[in-house]
C-alpha cells in the first residue's frame, strides 16, 4: 500500500522574487578583494581579525517554506547593500549561546551589529517596528557575548535594523535605520 503525500500548502509553494539589477563584478574587483582579505588577516586591528576565527558547525536553515525563503533572501540583499555602502562584513547568521545575530558589519572603526527583518508587505506597520524591547535586550546580550569571546571590550558599537520589504514580483525596498536603539535605553 503506498501512502499518500501530504496535500501542499502556500507555505510550501516557490517563491518568486524579482532581484534588483546590480553591475557585475570585474576581475579588478576580485583581486582587490582578494588582496584586502590577505591584508586583513595579517592586521593587528582586533576586529579585523575576529572576522578569519570560525565558530564551530552553524546550522543553516534548510526550510523550503515561503517564509523561510523570503527571510534568507532579504539577509542577503541586506548583505549586498551594505557590502555597496562600504560596510565590511565580519560574520553572518551567527548562532551563539541563546540567539542569532543576522549581521556583524564594520564600518570605519564601528562595529555594527544588524537585525534585519523582511515582510512581503507593510501594510501592518513597517518591519523595524517587530524589535520589540525584549529582542533588543537579547541583541544586547549577544553583543556583550561576542564582544567578550573576542576581547574586543574597547571597541565602539552600534545597534542597527534593515528593513526589507520585498512585493512580489517588485524589487526590495531597503531601509537602514542607523542607531535603531541604544543600550542605555534599554537599561534605565
Known sequence: MSRKPP???????PLILIRPERPKKTWWDR???????VRSQLSNDPIECCRWKKFGTVRVSVSNKAKDQLGRAGEEEAALYLEEKGYRII???????NGEIDIIAKIDRILVFFEVKTRRTDKFGDPYEAVREKKQRRM????NYFLSLYR???????????????P???PPRLTHHVEAFHVNDLYR
Do not use: K
Not at 544586547?140 to 553583543?143: G, I, K, P, W, Y
Not at 574586543?152 to 520585498?166: A, S, Y
Open 7 to 13: 496535500p501542499r500548502t502556500d507555505d510550501d509553494a
Open 168 to 170: 512580489e514580483d517588485e
Open 31 to 37: 583581486v582587490r578583494r582578494f588582496w584586502e582579505d
Open 91 to 97: 560574520h553572518r547568521n551567527l548562532r551563539l549561546l
Open 152 to 166: 574586543l571590550r574597547g571597541v565602539p558599537i552600534r545597534f542597527d535594523i534593515l528593513d526589507v520589504v520585498w
Open 140 to 143: 544586547v546580550r549577544l553583543a
